[in-house]
């Protein structure tokens, strides 16, 4: 069954603007990891954030984690063509005893040059 | 250094036959993970080993579908006896260990049947 879960399903945009891509999940997690993939093949790994976390950033990036909530949130900020892709959140879950990642089914975002 | 590799890129087979999907992780990776991916959809976890030991098999749709890990590196993922519901996109992975670490992800090899 899916996990996560991101909203909104597709995001277009314009070059320069922010993009805001958020996630929900289900279970307690021990961490939530955001992921971008290009053309429908292999994925990037963007951050990982600990359920301990609230908030953390790598350069235009920043997600937040809300466990009482279940959600996630992936800001990207001043876009740029290059960061059109899918992006998908990843998280795994505390109180199965596996070490699995459940992605959600990603958010297209088109940045408009 | 090198990334994950899988092998083939692409494989076109007939449905009734057998197939055998490669993956090679990044070395000194021990943890090594399955995915397979439909047209416009999210990713499917398959199956996880942590060394050559597969704990967690929960993921594999069928018993038509197998897989296995040597010497703590190369991966094959088989499937028997293809469907037409096997055609996607099947992902590799790696991780330094399991349990919060960035998996390095293959670039995938796409599986179609007809």
């Known amino acids: 069954s899916q996990q996560g879960e991101e909203d909104p399903q597709a995001l277009s945009i314009q070059e320069g603007e922010n993009a805001t891509m958020n996630c929900s999940y289900k279970t307690s997690i021990n961490n939530l990891q955001w992921y971008r993939q290009n053309s429908g093949r292999g994925l990037v790994h963007l951050i990982l954030i600990r359920s301990n976390e609230r908030e953390k950033h790598s350069g235009r990036l920043r997600v937040t984690l809300d466990t009482s909530k279940k959600s996630s949130s992936l800001l990207i900020t001043a876009s740029r063509a290059a960061d059109t892709a899918s992006y998908f959140c990843a998280t795994d879950d505390s109180g199965a005893g596996s070490y699995q990642l459940t992605f959600g089914k990603g958010t297209k975002l088109s940045v408009i040059p | 250094g090198a990334g994950v590799s899988q092998s083939p890129s692409n494989k076109v087979t007939e449905k009734g036959k057998d197939v055998e999907l490669r993956c090679d992780p990044i070395s000194g990776h021990t943890a090594l993970y399955w995915y397979r991916q439909s047209l416009g959809q999210g990713l499917e976890f398959l199956i996880y080993?942590?060394?050559?030991?597969?704990?967690?098999k929960s993921g594999l749709p069928s018993d038509r579908f197998s897989a296995e890990r040597t010497g703590g590196s190369v991966s094959t993922l088989t499937i028997q006896r293809t469907q037409q519901e096997d055609s996607a996109v099947y992902l590799c992975?790696?991780?330094?260990?399991?349990?919060?670490?960035?998996?390095?992800f293959g670039p995938g090899t796409r599986l179609t049947v007809t």
């Open positions: 992975a790696s991780s330094f260990s399991v349990g919060g670490y960035e998996q390095y």
């Open positions: 080993f942590q060394g050559n030991s597969a704990p967690d």
